[in-house]
């Protein structure tokens, strides 16, 4: 069954520590996608990056970071020396195929970062 | 370039009340999508257009939604009537091609408000 797992739902950090953002899926296709989206107070969902399936390698942008693991099906992100900005709701989301051969986006339920200044 | 344009942001309505969304997605965008968010949840899709062709509108709740793409560009999502359990965010999104691995683009919702 293709599933994601956020499970921490609200986090609070103060600014400029560091704060990772836990991401499990579940899904039996060996071909698929994984993304990360920001959803600030403002409502709409800001893209931030998309992995594939057949690549492990560590991606780092900035002050993310993402931490892709297909031995314990996990796509973490980093955010290193937290702004105040960095203020949001992050979902994680898996794009495989169903059953029925068209692919399918499943977002998980988000967890909310507090930056307190 | 302009990202995916959504119409009205807000609304508010009584319950069985008509209501209507509009979306623009980008442009050159062959895929579209209407998602439901509701309150600390993630977006859920409603519906799938490829092009002017539905291709996956299993959880659109028929009995009272309806979707149309017209001419494979904007497209208009149709709750009637709209019942107290409708409150929610309702976002547009677009990817440039047909497969999964596209990324999707969302714009900003519409915050429907139903009493």
């Known amino acids: 069954a293709q599933k994601v797992t956020q499970a921490q739902t609200e986090i609070s950090v103060v600014e400029k520590e560091d704060v990772t953002l836990d991401c499990v899926y579940e899904t039996r296709d060996t071909t698929y996608y994984l993304f990360w989206y920001k959803q600030p107070p403002s409502g709409e969902l800001v893209f931030l990056i998309r992995?594939?399936?057949?690549?492990?390698q560590n991606e780092i942008s900035g002050r993310y970071s993402w931490n892709f693991q297909k031995s314990t099906s996990s796509f973490n992100f980093t955010i290193t020396a937290s702004q105040v900005v960095d203020s949001a709701v992050y979902f994680c989301?898996?794009?495989?195929?169903?059953?029925?051969?068209?692919?399918?986006?499943?977002f998980g339920t988000g967890t909310r970062l507090k930056v307190l200044a | 370039e302009a990202g995916v344009v959504q119409s009205p942001r807000y609304k508010i309505i009584e319950k069985k009340q008509p209501v209507a969304f509009w979306c623009n997605p980008i442009s050159g965008h062959n895929t579209l999508y209407w998602y439901l968010q509701n309150l600390g949840q993630g977006p859920e899709l409603l519906i799938r257009y490829e092009n002017e062709e539905a291709v996956d509108d299993s959880q659109l709740p028929k009995d009272r939604f309806s979707a149309e793409r017209l001419k494979g560009v904007d497209s208009t999502l149709k709750i009637q009537p709209a019942e107290l359990g409708d409150s929610a965010v309702y976002l547009c999104?677009?990817?440039?091609?047909?497969?999964?691995?596209?990324?999707?683009?969302f714009g900003p919702g519409t915050r429907l408000t139903v009493l």
């Open positions: 989301a898996l794009s495989d195929t169903t059953t029925s051969g068209t692919y399918k986006y499943i």
């Open positions: 999104a677009s990817s440039l091609g047909t497969s999964g691995r596209d990324t999707q683009y």
């Open positions: 992995r594939n399936s057949f690549d492990e």
